[in-house]
């Protein structure tokens, strides 16, 4: 049996979907709620972090409530650090069904839910929220379940027995690695600028599959069919610093972040000979389809908002 279940949600997350009654909202309304039907109708959703203003959550789920005919708003919600506990606590006992949570308040989130799924706890971060039935708010992490749901659904990338690197060793690969590994992948290589930063995550994830770590530098006489930037370093545009003669004709590299152009990262590879690069769109999509499934027992279809947001 699956460690972590890929796709699909549990009799509980089901229950949870029914609808009910909503009411307002803490913080700062960045965009309009989405409305699929009278606003005495709805479920209430939201998107909090800080900044917010650049986030795609509520078109994404505006189109997946279009889609799927689901009675949802759907809003986004500026949220400073020392607010996070107190707005989360108002959001639902106000109503609110469910929220997303993004930077930087993931890790925090954690530490304020009642409860957490598996793949929420290995992560030490959670970015789905659901208020259960009981009143009680469980955290879920589903970054994973769209990184993978990307690679192999949209991008048809095969990972069983593929030699894998992830650049990075910060709270964005802790939050993917289980369900790499659940992949089997022949190798996977957590390399980061400190290799002892990057062992220390590794050796967290030993129990679940075969995983080693490196420093950037000791990566130079390797190769892999898969390389995945989980820096942050595309935010100053900058590239990781890693040698180039780990790309080869073979070699696919993938952003887990995302613009309307192209990333440093994957700017940078295919101009050193990376077969394929692409960047986290559909990571984005896939994990927002893992939370709507989560709150509303459906799962839309994601290759036609991929296709709307391209």
Do not use: H, N, Q, R
């Given at each position: 049996m699956s460690f972590y279940p890929l796709l699909g949600c549990s009799q509980d997350q089901l229950a949870a979907a029914q609808p009910r009654l909503s009411w307002g909202l803490p913080g700062k309304l960045l965009s309009t709620s989405l409305e699929t039907r009278a606003m005495s109708d709805t479920d209430r959703y939201a998107v909090i972090g800080h900044p917010i203003a650049h986030s795609k959550s509520p078109i994404i789920h505006q189109l997946f409530a279009k889609q799927t005919g689901e009675q949802i708003s759907y809003e986004a919600l500026d949220v400073l650090p020392e607010q996070l506990q107190a707005s989360i606590i108002s959001f639902t006992q106000k109503g609110g069904k469910g929220l997303n949570v993004t930077l930087p308040h993931k890790r925090k989130a954690a530490e304020i839910v009642d409860t957490l799924t598996d793949r929420a706890r290995i992560a030490g971060a959670v970015n789905t929220i659901t208020q259960q039935q009981s009143g009680e708010l469980e955290g879920d992490n589903t970054d994973g379940v769209g990184l993978v749901a990307d690679l192999t659904n949209n991008l048809g990338i095969i990972l069983q027995g593929a030699r894998i690197a992830i650049l990075g060793a910060g709270g964005a690969t802790r939050g993917v690695v289980p369900q790499v590994l659940e992949a089997h992948p022949e190798e996977l290589v957590i390399a980061n600028r400190s290799e002892e930063k990057a062992k220390a995550l590794a050796d967290c994830f030993l129990p679940l599959g075969k995983i080693t770590s490196s420093s950037f530098r000791d990566l130079r006489d390797k190769s892999f069919n898969l390389v995945i930037n989980a820096?942050?370093?595309?935010?100053?545009?900058?590239?990781?610093?890693?040698?180039?003669?780990?790309?080869?004709?073979?070699?696919?590299?993938?952003?887990?972040?995302?613009?309307?152009?192209?990333?440093?990262?994957?700017a940078w590879s295919r101009n050193h000979g990376s077969r394929e690069a692409h960047q986290g769109w559909g990571m984005l999509v896939e994990q927002a389809a893992e939370s709507f499934c989560i709150w509303r027992g459906i799962r839309p279809d994601t290759d036609l908002v991929l296709r709307r947001l391209r």
């Open positions: 820096t942050s370093a595309g935010i100053d545009g900058m590239v990781p610093a890693f040698p180039e003669s780990i790309l080869g004709p073979d070699t696919i590299c993938y952003d887990l972040s995302y613009s309307i152009k192209d990333t440093p990262f994957v």
